[in-house]
């Protein structure tokens, strides 16, 4: 038995995405089925969606940022009851022996976190060979890898909390990030206004790095003390050694130089955005201020939950636009060109099936 699903998918790179039957597992003892309500449009998928990174397997239902309300569940399942609602990231699995997995950070398995799109099931029996993800009705998924949403929250603006609040979150709580602290959030993008919101939360000084004079005002309301344009070479020269953290979310490659040369002595960059070869670093950089930089991916499930649970007590979400299903196409295309403030939301209630 199978519980019949729908969303939708795209069938080769190049094709749009279209409205698309499939089936999820029927619930194990530890699963939780959740009747998805919103879920978000991470630039990642339509990387995937696209086969930009020559891995993709078709069909292919993109989708890690999923908010829904729990319709069934497993025997065992502890954590939740029917009709709680949950939240589902970029992981729905993990191996759960490694050194990884043991110490929360699942992100990180040695043997692969499974996704939430596009991965083998690691225990077997669905009736996919690889996971579909969240642009759809529903999903099945082990309770252990479910996030609880705080009942505060507004739903669809709390969905990319689940993958690009987590991103950025995660390096601030990792390096203790806090009062204090002077923080350079680069990219004022999906990323970076979720940065911006939550660095500020914590207390610290944050400015907002960005290469357009016109996003200073965004900035300064999504709670930035400051605003520095990186393509002014003054402006950038006149803050050398003044930053203690900079989290880089620039998604291609670039010179580093320049804005490593903004940390203090110990001080350091985490890059969340380039998923690709970065240019050559001027080691004297680093050696002549014991300057680090560092690499983060996602946060785990139980720093993913004291995530959102540190969001619904200073009240943050993302500032979205909500779209319906039959809009993903256009959405993806106008994310590509940086066209959003600053992340689309799909509104699951306009998925009719067809
Ligand atoms: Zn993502
Ligand atoms: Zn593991």
Redesign the pocket.
Known sequence: MTIQAYGYATQLPQNPLKPFHFERRDPRPEDVVIDILYCGI?H??IHAARNEWGRTTYPFVPG??IVGRISAKGINVSKFEVGDLVGVG?MVDSCRVCDSCHSGVEQYCSSGFTGTWGSTDKIGGTPHSYTFGGYSNKITVDEQYVLRIPKNLNLAATAPLL??GITMYSPLNHWGMGPGKKIGIIGLGGLGHIGVKLASAMGAHVVAITTTLEKAVEARKLGAQEVLVSKNAGSIQKEREQFDFLINTIPVGHDMDPYIDLLKNDGTMVVVGAVEPLTRVNGALLIFRRRTIAGSLIGGIAETQKMLDFCGEHHITCDIETIAMEEVNRAFDRTVKGDVRYRFVINMSTLKSI
């Open positions: 991470c990642s998928d890690h940022e970029c993958c690009a």
